[in-house]
């Protein structure tokens, strides 16, 4: 997937872009900024998911609402503000890498292991839409409602927690080198 961003962004270079792209100092400068550029579609791309995610999480909610389910609506209206909260960071990530001539470089390794986690954390998000999905089957069997907002709560404090790793990533790979 993230591949496909990478091969995009290089085909849709100039003329002049390519040119320059053939110089040692700009090509190793010019791969890793299409290496950032492709982390962050993929992050926006998960943004995407999760914000489409938690509006059915507020359909959800409606849903108990007027089914008489009150008693689960503060639960239901904490996952929001806890996926909003992830998605928020997600957002306002940063990129991995600086420009070229930054006090700080982020080398290759650190840089393929932030893509790796940012891709890891793509797919956990899958069990976000697999919790909301059981959720909005179970709106009709009240016994079942309870432990399905849970397992959403849980499931998004999971990934919270995944992504607080998020800047240890650079740190590990800048140690194994």
């Not at 914000?51 to 909610?61: M, N, T």
């Not at 089957?137 to 397992?151: C, L």
Request: hydrophobic fraction near 40%; glycine fraction near 4%; charged fraction near 35%.
């Amino acid at each position: 997937m993230t591949d496909s961003f990478v091969e995009k962004a290089d085909q849709n270079m100039g003329a002049i872009e390519r040119l320059l792209k053939g110089l040692p100092l700009v090509r190793e400068y010019n791969d890793k900024e299409l290496r950032r550029e492709a982390d962050h579609r993929l992050r926006q791309l998960l943004v995407t998911e999760l914000e489409q995610e938690k509006q059915r999480l507020y359909d959800v909610q409606k849903k108990l609402l007027r089914a008489g389910g009150l008693a689960w609506l503060d639960d239901a209206d904490g996952a929001i503000q806890r996926l909003q909260t992830l998605i928020d960071r997600i957002k306002t990530a940063s990129y991995g890498y600086a420009g070229l001539f930054a006090a700080v470089k982020i080398q290759e390794a650190q840089l393929d292991a932030l893509h790796r986690f940012d891709t890891a954390l793509a797919e956990r998000a899958q069990e976000i839409k697999e919790r909301i999905d059981k959720l909005e089957a179970n709106t009709a069997e009240r016994d079942a409602i309870g432990p399905a907002i849970e397992a959403v709560n849980d499931t998004v404090t999971e990934l919270q927690r995944l992504f607080d790793k998020r800047s240890q990533t650079i740190t590990t790979a800048a140690d194994s080198e």
